[in-house]
């Protein structure tokens, strides 16, 4: 039987970070660029409903990952719950639909402020949280990881954070959206690097298995600099500080690429995902202060 910390690290608390700093992001866009009044009764029901979202997929993950092969004994990432006989997957799977049953009774109170564009973006978001690695077309094993990070982590969670404060649809929403989501995905794209050995043994067709190394290493190198580069947007809307805040954390990302580009995937990858995630929050923080 698992013990709680086993749980705990079933969650994958270091990926939580792609959950919050959308969240922020969008509240402090909504609020900069909106004309209602901050609600930190909205923010925190947001930031509850899609952190479990994230926690539902990563368990949902661990699960069918096993399931369907993928995990192995040769994985070079962190210990999965369900991959080392900790807990069955079906345990696993409950977990993950009761997750989900706390993400649903979260949004409530944003269906009941924003009505139906919260049903809008919520029933795919429920469904693809199983579906990046489940049903029919999983999203993860068909080199889609990265799609769908950029949408439901930049763009949506972004943007719909961004109407739950402010209850407008607003181009800077879009546009925080595009550097979250770029930054966020460049943890999936460094963890299929590292993975790609294994994926391609196992028939993951990441876009790491699919097109190669080096073709992994520009994408990170353009993610990177691309999450930096639509931050003119703010300048141009004389926001100055939205772009040139955020910059004092892109000598992280350039370390993270020169590290890329010079160190063979495997184990140390694992520090360089951690790096990435502590890239995304201070990203997520300089660009919420430059807004406040």
């Not at 709680?4 to 992001?25: C, D, H, I």
Request: glycine share 12%.
């Amino acid at each position: 039987m698992a013990s709680f910390a086993e749980w705990v690290l079933a969650a994958r608390p270091k990926t939580l970070g792609a959950a919050v700093a959308p969240v922020f992001t969008g509240f402090f866009i909504g609020s900069a660029l909106g004309s209602q009044r901050v609600d930190w009764r909205l923010l925190g029901f947001t930031l509850g409903s899609t952190l479990a979202l994230q926690i539902a997929t990563n368990f949902f993950n661990d699960a069918l990952d096993f399931r369907q092969g993928k995990d192995t004994a040769a994985r070079l990432g962190p210990v999965r719950i369900t991959a080392s006989g900790a807990a069955r997957p079906e345990t696993v799977m409950i977990a993950g639909w009761l997750t989900l049953a706390i993400a649903i009774t979260l949004s409530l109170p944003l269906i009941v402020a924003r009505g139906l564009p919260i049903v809008l973006i919520g029933i795919p978001s429920l469904y693809f949280c199983y579906g990046y690695t489940g049903g029919p077309m999983p999203l993860a094993y068909r080199g889609l990881g990265e799609l769908f990070v950029i949408l439901f982590f930049g763009l949506i969670a972004v943007t719909g954070s961004a109407f739950v404060q402010s209850g407008e649809w607003m181009v800077g929403g879009m546009v925080g959206g595009l550097q979250i989501g770029c930054l966020s995905t460049v943890l999936i794209a460094i963890n299929n690097l590292r993975d790609q050995a294994e994926d391609l043994q196992t028939g993951k067709r990441t876009l790491a298995v699919r097109f190669g190394q080096r073709f992994a290493k520009i994408e990170i190198s353009t993610l990177i600099l691309a999450g930096h580069a639509f931050g003119l947007y703010w300048w141009k809307i004389g926001l100055i500080q939205g772009f040139l805040l955020p910059l004092a954390c892109l000598p992280a990302g350039l370390f993270l690429l020169l590290r890329i580009w010079t160190t063979a995937p495997g184990p140390t990858y694992n520090k360089l995902l951690a790096l990435s995630g502590m890239q995304l929050l201070l990203f997520a923080a300089l660009l919420c202060m430059a807004l406040s």
